[in-house]
């Protein structure tokens, strides 16, 4: 009897695992794709951004794989109280992780209109503001890899980085416009690109919320959000 217990808690922390794995690998290919979204943008260069949107497929696999092994483990394991909330979560995860790929690949669609523009001088921010929610995906992830419940919120409060990046490029835009009407077009994609961007930042610190309340049960306080613009002017 004892033998067998033991060998369900060992299949079900290799089914963990392997849950984990999958989501490690969506979150890899979330930054990956983030980041090649927007060095294309800059680079002006649309072959490199058709190559983010063909490689959306592998996330759609990958978040299909994640809810398979999830509803899987539920079925057979029956997990119970904190393991089944790092199921559920992972599942909820992975749709995440999806989101913000298309989010990538919305940014990298972008890159044709922009690339037939002069360059405009308030996109320098866009690759800082990249750089800031790449980091947030990365140290997401791994404080779900470690069921690290102060990572997880220590990262909450870092999307107040991303709003304030965003408003900075809102305004900046909006000046630049203003200043030469002939840029409105290439402008506004940007401003598409910035907002796509602000929502990653939001959609990764979900995924904080998520690891917070697998590791402790609790959810944590709700965060306030610094985007100022929306009385202006918000894309969608």
Do not use: W
């Amino acid at each position: 009897m004892a033998e067998n217990a033991a060998h369900t808690v060992k299949s079900f922390d290799e089914d963990i695992a392997q849950l984990r794995a999958v989501i490690t690998r969506m979150g890899g290919l979330c930054e990956t794709q983030i980041a090649d979204a927007v060095d294309a943008l800059v680079a002006r260069n649309v072959e490199a951004a058709a190559r983010v949107v063909e490689q959306d497929k592998r996330m759609d696999a990958l978040e299909t794989e994640a809810e398979a092994l999830a509803l899987r483990i539920i079925a057979l394991r029956a997990p119970l109280a904190d393991d089944l909330r790092e199921v559920v979560a992972a599942m909820k995860i992975a749709g995440v992780m999806e989101r913000i790929g298309d989010y990538a690949k919305n940014i990298a669609k972008r890159t044709p209109v922009v690339a037939q523009s002069q360059p405009i001088g308030p996109a320098v921010i866009v690759p800082e503001m990249a750089r800031a929610v790449i980091e947030i995906i990365r140290d997401t992830l791994d404080a779900f890899v470690d069921r690290d419940a102060e990572k997880a919120l220590a990262i909450l409060q870092r999307d107040q980085q991303v709003d304030e990046y965003y408003n900075s490029l809102f305004r900046a835009l909006l000046t630049f416009m203003m200043e030469n009407p002939n840029t409105i077009t290439p402008s506004t994609h940007l401003l598409f690109v910035a907002k796509n961007l602000e929502r990653i930042g939001d959609h990764a610190t979900s995924v904080a919320e998520m690891v917070h309340f697998t590791a402790t049960g609790q959810r944590p306080a709700e965060r306030p959000k610094t985007d100022s613009t929306s009385s202006v002017y918000t894309p969608h």
